[in-house]
T-cell receptor, first 113, second 107 residues
Framework: GAVVSQHPSRVICKSGTSVKIECRSL??????MFWYRQFPKKSLMLMAT?????????EQGVEKDKFLINHASLTLSTLTVTSAHPEDSSFYIC?????????FGAGTRLSVL | AQRVTQPEKLLSVFKGAPVELKCNYS??????LFWYVQYSRQRLQLLLR??SRESIKGFTADLNKGETSFHLKKPFAQEEDSAMYYC?????????FGTGTRLQVFP
């Protein structure tokens, strides 16, 4: 099946710094990728839809200046958490669509001190 | 509004017992529904989708439009079925997830 690679798997950073998370589709091209946030013992919350070659579409309540998304190629989307604060600590998951099926990355656990 | 509801946070059964994980949805159009599973320390992966009407790992799910449900069933649970199960609804190209049900299968 299709594989989505997400990197890094874990990052710890100081408050005020920016963190970049990469999401790659390894064996297929994805014009659309998705970024989710998962809170402990809760469901996945869609943050934004990353569109190759155009601006990302953010869900209501998600700050686009806080969570910068770049989808520069058909196999790579990046999420940058800018000026991270402790409340941004969470598990971030990306997915890439192939047809109507979404394939998920393994997730990135962000801890902001 | 589009919504997916999984009323049970935790479902515990013994090995060999039948399992039914409930999922109800709210959607104005013709729904496309999926079950995703997340085993311990693994990524989320597709288990099955209603459109293919298949049985995966012994699991089946039938779309009931009258009851707006897409319950996941397995007649005889196995220990390796222990995982987190998410019901999801496709809305254009996005997935709307339920809150998930943790299935624990005891030996």
């Amino acid at each position: 099946g299709a594989v989505v690679s997400q990197h890094p798997s874990r990052v710890i950073c100081k408050s005020g710094t920016s963190v970049k998370i990469e999401c790659r589709s390894l064996d297929f091209q994805a014009t659309t990728m998705f970024w989710y946030r998962q809170f402990p013992k809760k469901s996945l919350m869609l943050m934004a839809t990353s569109n190759e070659g155009s601006k990302a579409t953010y869900e209501q309540g998600v700050e686009k200046d806080k969570f910068l998304i770049n989808h520069a190629s058909l196999t790579l989307s990046t999420l940058t958490v800018t000026s991270a604060h402790p409340e941004d600590s969470s598990f971030y998951i990306c997915s890439a669509g192939q047809g109507i099926i979404q394939y998920f990355g393994a997730g990135t656990r962000l801890s902001v001190l | 509004a589009q919504r997916v509801t999984q009323p049970e946070k935790l479902l515990s059964v013994f090995k060999g017992a039948p399992v039914e994980l409930k999922c109800n949805y709210s959607y104005s159009g013709s729904p496309e529904l999926f079950w995703y599973v997340q085993y311990s320390r693994q990524r989320l992966q597709l288990l099955l989708r209603h459109i293919s009407r298949e049985s995966i790992k012994g699991f089946t799910a039938d779309l009931n439009k009258g009851e707006t449900s897409f319950h996941l069933k397995k007649p005889f649970a196995q220990e390796e079925d222990s995982a987190m199960y998410y019901c999801a609804l496709r809305n254009t190209d996005k997935l709307i997830f339920g809150t998930g049900t943790r299935l624990q299968v005891f030996p």
